[in-house]
């Protein structure tokens, strides 16, 4: 039966109804069909009704392949509805219980959809080894609702144990403590696991495939496909430095483990903060941990966004914003405090260049948004949370007295909030109650933080020493005449850190004006092609994009074909959009290799192309 959906009254993306009756724990038995592309099994959702006379809980759902849903104690069949999907919310699962019990468990048979949206099925021809599928999953912000039926909302926390049935050869890993495998039956093993914090449902983590481990700190393995394993544990040699930065600026670290897994090249992020298992993307493999940093910032998201959570995406610069913060935090305990403050004006780049792309009237770009009316909050991802989220925080930091003053602060803040899910409002309460006493809060504009679109209210005032660097040389190229070879040499760039070659690109991009005469300069100077750091590729491709340079356009589409990171991806395919006589070039290249991306990317592409 279908029956039209409403919208959650506290997550303008759930169905869900956590205000009336809700999830405290989940419990998935499920087999890994890689013929079928399918997951089929059981869940057990354990209830707790909260308003007085509850008889129904409702759940997102998206394509599941129903069966049946019982009492689990009794066996006794739950009459449930499942509304019409609308867009990629899926539909509202309504399940009536028992009425003579505050807390049931819920058992439901099902099966996913081939195209479920969070899942990612990989041929062995897509992998490193070419033997073995993969699987992998990405759940956030809205995901997890094609894998199991659940309140799809940040604003519930369940704990979860997990039996995942695969075939023998094959290891599968989850967002969880890993507990015990099966002896081989019929070709099959299961394998086991714990997850004893509860976590918002987009933090539901699965791959399975061909995976070998290397360990690189006393509580950290990284696993990928055994080719590149050995790269992997060089790369990310810092972990445990990283933690315990972070442990000295947040608190304990209260999830056991903190394992790494590099994953095939269509994951559509840098990393993804999965608890006891960080996803990153092998686009930080660039041979000399200089993009590391990314592993920081999903380090810091095990307090910012995983221990204390937006309640709705409505507030996702709570989780990123400060994730930002922290990450940048730990740079300046490990490299110092110039180096913290340079990656802060890096990242105002990205800003710059996002607010340039949605228009500085967006209300997408203000720190708080509204996502009512069938906003999506994939369509809603951009920078702004992360570093409009940032920048008012070190705002705050300099305001109220600085790092000895806002560190404090800062650690009691996450400790109050720990395992809840809030809002906004909820940390600016807190803001205002712990500096009551300062006279500096009355200077705090929160409205025009908040809720202006565009770029920051205020900018820092940051250490530019190793900005003025790159500015420098930036300038040094704007006057060139472009008479002779010009005043410049390798030298330029090889004494610059990798940052600051990416300071350098990203200026140029500010550019007005960048000649074609000048890139191909560059290139025969510098050879920026030969890189291996991905973020400075990208800046370099995009450069070349820009000044029309029409020889490297086969070299942008090699890179957004041989990768999905979606930072990358998209301003590529843009920017060739935007060169009309790239445009259907770029349109005939996403349609022949659309299948081999995530389904958020190919969607997010296809938009950014005007095919949707």
């Given at each position: 039966m279908t029956l039209v959906a409403n919208f959650s009254e506290i997550d303008p993306s759930s169905f869900s109804n956590p205000e009336n009756a809700v999830v405290?724990?989940?419990?998935?038995?499920?087999?890994?069909d890689f013929t079928k592309k399918t997951l089929v099994g059981k869940v057990k959702l354990h209830v707790k009704k909260i308003k007085e006379g509850t008889n129904y809980i409702d759940l997102d759902s998206?394509?599941?392949?129903i069966t049946e849903i019982t009492d689990d104690a009794t066996g006794t069949p739950l009459e449930y509805n499942v509304t019409e999907p609308i867009q990629i919310f899926g539909s509202k699962l309504s399940i009536n219980l028992p009425n003579n019990q505050n807390e049931v468990d819920?058992?439901?048979?099902?099966?996913?959809?081939?195209?479920?949206?969070?899942?990612?099925?990989?041929?062995?021809?897509?992998?490193?080894?070419?033997?073995?599928?993969?699987?992998?999953?990405?759940?956030?912000p809205i995901h997890a609702r094609s894998i199991v039926p659940c309140q799809d909302s940040p604003s519930v926390k369940t704990t979860y144990t997990a039996e995942i049935t695969a075939p023998a050869e094959l290891t599968v890993l989850m967002?969880?403590?890993?507990?015990?495998?099966?002896?081989?039956?019929?070709?099959?093993?299961?394998?086991?696991?714990h997850q004893p914090v509860p976590v918002p449902s987009y933090l539901l983590a699965l791959v399975v495939g061909d995976l070998a481990s290397k360990q690189i700190g006393p509580r950290s393995h990284v696993w990928s496909e055994p080719q590149l394993v050995d790269k992997a544990a060089f790369e990310f040699s810092e972990t445990e430095q990283f933690l315990q930065a972070a442990e000295s600026l947040c608190g304990p670290y209260v999830w056991g483990v903190y394992d790494l897994l590099l994953l095939p090249p269509s994951f559509p992020f840098g990393g993804m903060e999965n608890p006891?298992?960080?996803?990153?993307t092998p686009t930080l493999l660039a041979g000399d941990r200089s993009l590391a940093c990314v592993v920081a910032h999903e380090i810091a998201h095990s307090w910012t966004g995983n221990l204390v959570t937006n309640c709705n995406f409505n507030h996702f610069w709570l989780n990123e914003g400060f994730t930002m913060y922290v990450e940048r935090k730990i740079i300046g305990r490990l490299y110092g405090e110039q180096m913290r403050e340079f990656a802060a004006i890096n990242g105002l780049k990205d800003l710059k260049d996002a607010v340039k792309t949605l228009g500085d009237q967006n209300p997408l770009t203000k720190l708080v948004v509204d996502l009512s009316g069938g906003i999506g909050p994939d369509d809603a991802f951009s920078n702004c949370p992360y570093e409009k989220g940032h920048t008012f925080l070190f705002y705050l930091e300099q305001l109220m007295g600085g790092p000895a003053v806002f560190e404090p602060f800062f650690k009691a803040y996450l400790d109050k909030y720990k395992y809840q899910s809030i809002k906004t409002e909820d940390f600016k309460k807190f803001f205002e109650s712990y500096f009551a006493s300062n006279p500096e809060l009355k200077k705090v504009e929160w409205d025009s933080w908040l809720f202006t679109t565009g770029m920051p209210y205020k900018i820092p005032k940051y250490d530019t020493t190793l900005a003025d660097v790159c500015t420098a040389l930036v300038v040094k190229w704007k006057e060139w005449d472009c008479s002779g070879t010009g005043p410049f040499s390798p030298q330029d760039l090889t004494s610059l850190k990798p940052l600051q070659v990416q300071e350098v690109l990203a200026q140029m991009l500010e550019l007005q004006e960048f000649p074609l005469h000048k890139v191909q300069t560059m290139q025969t100077v510098y050879n920026l092609d030969a890189s291996n750091n991905s973020e400075i590729k990208f800046r370099w491709l995009r450069l070349c994009l820009k000044s029309h340079w029409e020889d490297k356009v086969a070299n942008a589409l090699q890179f957004v074909n041989?990768?999905?990171?979606?930072?990358?991806?998209?301003?590529?395919?843009?920017?060739?959009y935007a060169w009309e006589a790239m445009r259907q070039k770029a349109i005939d290249n996403f349609k022949v290799h659309r299948a081999n991306m995530m389904a958020v990317t190919a969607h997010n592409v296809a938009r950014d192309l005007h095919l949707e």
């Open positions: 405290s724990s989940i419990s998935l038995h499920l087999l890994v998206s394509n599941l392949h819920i058992l439901v048979k099902y099966e996913t959809d081939p195209d479920a949206f969070a899942l990612q099925w990989l041929s062995p021809e897509q992998t490193a080894g070419r033997k073995h599928p993969y699987l992998f999953s990405q759940c956030q967002s969880a403590l890993r507990k015990d495998v099966s002896e081989p039956r019929d070709g099959l093993r299961t394998h086991s696991f006891c298992l960080t996803f990153v041989e990768q999905g990171r979606m930072k990358f991806v998209r301003p590529i395919y843009r920017d060739l």
